[in-house]
């Protein structure tokens, strides 16, 4: 799998940020956008950019730019996407077990609200009636996605409304005067197939069919990006096609021309990203190499929280002899980012890159083992900018009370 940014460049940009360090490619972005919006361009399709996969300003103006609106789950991801330039009805605000008052803080600050369980309905309802319009979050109970710690539309999953509730759901919004103007559902992360978002669709198209004032009917996200070099991915024109199909014969029968919303996250920036960390020991026990990295799951989780596989070049040495090497980070607990990896042969001193490191990457970074967050750095064609500087010690004791 090669880099989408030449690796020399990767390295140069090590030396002069040092490592480790987040490193993103801008044109990658802009080409799954692209290549998202032309397979449902027939659709009246609009993408929310689902922002916790990457929330810096830079990466949000970038598909603002593109004309994006975006998907939020807290109030602080919606103050930062106000922040970047976007419209407040243009953010969609899905939160999960907020409270209230959170609720009530987003509304006065403009956005599109997304509800996903009764209890927050009925309240809504009773306060704001139907003086402001709102989304629904179904769960169809369909099983879709890669990792069970990844899927939300499962029958125990503690998102959406259950597709059994919508008695109870149509109960309240006629007796509170709720007004409905979106059906909203995301079942999961990497969805292969699309016989399965089909199927989710079609309970979707159908439910959608029983409320008045329709005006979009949101498809989450979940479409598989590729993590090995012969991984099969969602089929996205595939999808487009089927989709598309499905939705003419829905607004013949609705009698009105809506709009398709997708919110992806993984899709848009997953590849874009890569995550650049120095080996400081190679370390030759009975049963195994390691490659222990100055990084450790503080920088990157992804493998520690749901074994996701990270494709790994050597930077430093891609002409080497293959030999095989549990890389390992440096935080006093388990932190593996792979097991028996081939690898051209890794020396002391050398950059490894991670792939698909854009979502879920940097913003899952924390300050494990009081180690310091690393820098971010977009590179947009000849051009490249530090967008977050590396943290420091002080930025670590900034908070605590002494
Ligand atoms: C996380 C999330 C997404 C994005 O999921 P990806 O797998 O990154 O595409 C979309 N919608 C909602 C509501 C989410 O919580």
């Given at each position: 799998m090669s880099t989408s940014i030449a690796p020399q460049q990767l390295i140069r940009l090590a030396q002069e940020f040092d490592a480790p360090l987040y490193v993103y490619d801008a044109a990658t972005m802009r080409r799954q956008y692209h290549k998202l919006e032309n397979a449902f361009k027939d659709c009246n399709v609009k993408i929310h950019y689902a922002m916790k996969a990457l929330s810096n300003i830079n990466v949000l103006k970038i598909f603002k730019e593109l004309g994006a609106g975006l998907d939020a789950v807290s109030i602080e991801e919606v103050k930062i996407g106000l922040m970047a330039g976007y419209a407040a009805e243009e953010i969609l605000y899905t939160p999960n077990c907020v409270s209230f008052a959170e609720i009530e803080a987003c509304i006065d600050l403009g956005v599109k609200l997304n509800i996903d369980n009764i209890s927050i309905l009925e309240q809504f309802g009773n306060k704001y009636g139907n003086t402001v319009p709102v989304c629904i979050r179904v769960n169809p109970h369909i099983m879709a996605g890669g990792h069970y710690?990844?899927?939300?539309?499962?029958?125990?999953?503690?998102?959406?409304?259950?597709?059994?509730?919508?008695?109870?759901?149509?109960?309240?919004?006629?007796?509170?005067?709720?007004?409905?103007?979106?059906?909203?559902?995301?079942?999961?992360?990497?969805?292969?197939?699309?016989?399965?978002?089909?199927?989710?669709?079609?309970?979707?198209?159908?439910?959608?069919?029983?409320?008045?004032?329709?005006?979009?009917?949101?498809?989450?996200?979940?479409?598989?990006?590729?993590?090995?070099?012969?991984?099969?991915?969602?089929?996205?024109?595939?999808?487009?096609?089927?989709?598309?199909?499905?939705?003419?014969?829905?607004?013949?029968?609705?009698?009105?021309?809506?709009?398709?919303?997708?919110?992806?996250?993984?899709?848009?920036?997953?590849?874009?990203?890569?995550?650049?960390?120095?080996?400081?020991?190679?370390?030759?026990?009975?049963?195994?190499?390691?490659?222990?990295?100055?990084?450790?799951?503080?920088?990157?989780?992804?493998?520690?929280?749901?074994?996701?596989?990270?494709?790994?070049?050597?930077?430093?040495?891609?002409?080497?002899?293959?030999?095989?090497?549990?890389?390992?980070?440096?935080?006093?607990?388990?932190?593996?980012?792979?097991?028996?990896?081939?690898?051209?042969?890794?020396?002391?001193?050398?950059?490894?890159?991670?792939?698909?490191?854009?979502?879920?990457?940097?913003?899952?970074?924390?300050?494990?083992?009081?180690?310091?967050?690393?820098?971010?750095?977009?590179?947009?064609?000849?051009?490249?900018?530090l967008i977050r500087r590396r943290e420091t010690l002080d930025d670590i004791l900034a908070t605590q009370v002494l």
């Open positions: 710690k990844i899927s939300t539309g499962h029958i125990d999953s503690k998102f959406g409304i259950s597709i059994h509730q919508m008695r109870h759901v149509e109960r309240l919004i006629k007796s509170l005067n709720i007004k409905v103007e979106g059906i909203h559902m995301h079942t999961g992360s990497d969805i292969l197939d699309v016989g399965v978002f089909l199927n989710g669709a079609e309970i979707l198209f159908d439910l959608a069919l029983g409320f008045p004032d329709i005006e979009y009917i949101d498809f989450g996200s979940g479409f598989k990006v590729g993590y090995k070099p012969d991984d099969v991915t969602t089929d996205i024109d595939v999808l487009g096609e089927g989709l598309t199909e499905r939705y003419r014969k829905f607004c013949r029968e609705y009698g009105k021309d809506i709009q398709i919303h997708f919110e992806p996250g993984k899709f848009l920036v997953s590849e874009s990203g890569y995550f650049l960390a120095k080996v400081n020991v190679i370390k030759q026990t009975t049963a195994t190499v390691f490659a222990g990295l100055d990084a450790g799951f503080n920088h990157l989780m992804r493998p520690t929280l749901y074994d996701s596989y990270h494709h790994i070049t050597n930077l430093s040495n891609p002409e080497g002899k293959q030999r095989v090497y549990t890389v390992v980070g440096y935080i006093c607990e388990t932190d593996t980012f792979a097991w028996d990896r081939p690898l051209p042969e890794v020396n002391e001193g050398d950059i490894l890159c991670f792939h698909n490191a854009g979502a879920y990457g940097f913003m899952m970074a924390s300050n494990y083992n009081s180690r310091t967050r690393p820098a971010e750095v977009l590179v947009d064609g000849d051009d490249y900018k």
